[in-house]
């Protein structure tokens, strides 16, 4: 399997981990997800981030989940997150992981590093730690409260060669993307690979900045390989016709607490898992929050049935 660089493009699915009713890793679903998100036409995949439910797993789970996953991915390639406030269970699952197949590896800063200098401390250590696994950083301050300048930012990229890709999920951000992106030129440095999480939700005009892509997780991948395939045709307005038709499910799903069940419930619909089960702690949907969904989604494939795109992957569930 090929390792990410600076050059990876495109989408990278966020995958769910999919359980049984009883609450035990699905190995057949695992393979039905991996093969509708190579289907949707994904670049890659991304697996064991927070809405995978990583903290919910065993070390023995997480590596077993991993080895499925790369197994049926064949040659896309599979980064996985091993982001931790320790080092050594970072080192032994990234070992594991890279010894398996996969493409690289994610990490987030821990919270509480509160100034560049913590932050810059902090990425040369892991960079060190971890030799020459290539790696995605993930940029995402509502999460665990760790904000990024865009001069660090361009720095640490610069400084540490293994960091491959930008994971952007600093909201709002786009005039971050533009600051980086301009740093890049009058520093004359790597143009490094920038993708985009949020569920998607700014995508558009994420890629009008600048952007290569998305990792994320949202449960039409898709629509948003084709926002991506679409806008580097030069389609900009068809792009974003797109996009805006699915805009209210991508908002739903991005409720913070019940987005992924939302999310795993519309990929059971979609036939992609067997179970929406979550993991204690996590919510449940309940008769109104179903009814919702069913609106939804039924309301999206009646705006798409006119536009060419209402194929068998947006029939009404």
């Not at 250590?125 to 904000?147: A, R």
Request: glycine content about 10%.
């Amino acid at each position: 399997m090929s390792l990410i660089d600076e050059k990876s493009r495109g989408v990278f699915a966020i995958a769910v981990t999919p359980f049984t009713e009883d609450g035990v890793v699905d190995f057949a679903s695992i393979d039905s997800m991996v093969d509708f998100y190579l289907e949707s036409g994904c670049s890659g995949l991304t697996i064991l981030g927070v809405m995978g439910e990583a903290p919910k797993l065993t070390a023995e789970e997480a590596v077993g989940f991993t080895r499925r996953v790369i197994k049926r991915a064949g040659n896309t390639p599979v980064v996985v997150g091993v982001s931790g406030p320790a080092f050594s269970p970072m080192r032994a699952l990234t070992n594991e992981v890279m010894d398996s197949g996969a493409a690289g590896v994610m990490i987030a800063p821990m919270a509480g590093l509160n100034t560049d200098q913590k932050i810059e401390s902090y990425f040369r250590s892991v960079t060190e730690l971890l030799g020459k696994t290539p790696i995605v950083l993930q940029d995402y301050p509502p999460s665990n409260g760790v904000y990024f300048s865009t001069n660090l930012l361009v720095k640490l990229f610069n400084d540490l060669p293994t960091l491959q890709v930008l994971k952007h999920e600093d909201w709002p951000g786009l005039k971050k993307v533009t600051e980086f992106r301009g740093a890049e030129v009058s520093a004359n440095i790597r143009r490094i690979s920038i993708l985009v999480g949020n569920g998607g939700l700014f995508l558009p005009q994420e890629l009008q900045r600048g952007v290569d892509g998305a990792m994320t997780g949202f449960a039409f991948p898709d629509m948003l390989v084709r926002v991506v395939k679409l806008h580097a045709e030069g389609k900009e307005d068809e792009a974003e016709d797109l996009f805006d038709a699915y805009l209210p499910l991508c908002k739903h799903e991005q409720q913070v607490g019940i987005g992924l069940a939302i999310r795993k419930e519309t990929l059971r619909r979609r036939g992609v898992i067997r179970t929406n089960f979550l993991r204690s702690p996590g919510p449940t949907l309940d008769s109104i929050d179903q009814a919702e969904l069913t609106h939804l989604i039924n309301r999206l494939y009646r705006r798409l049935e006119g536009t060419g795109h209402a194929t068998e992957f947006w029939r009404p569930i």
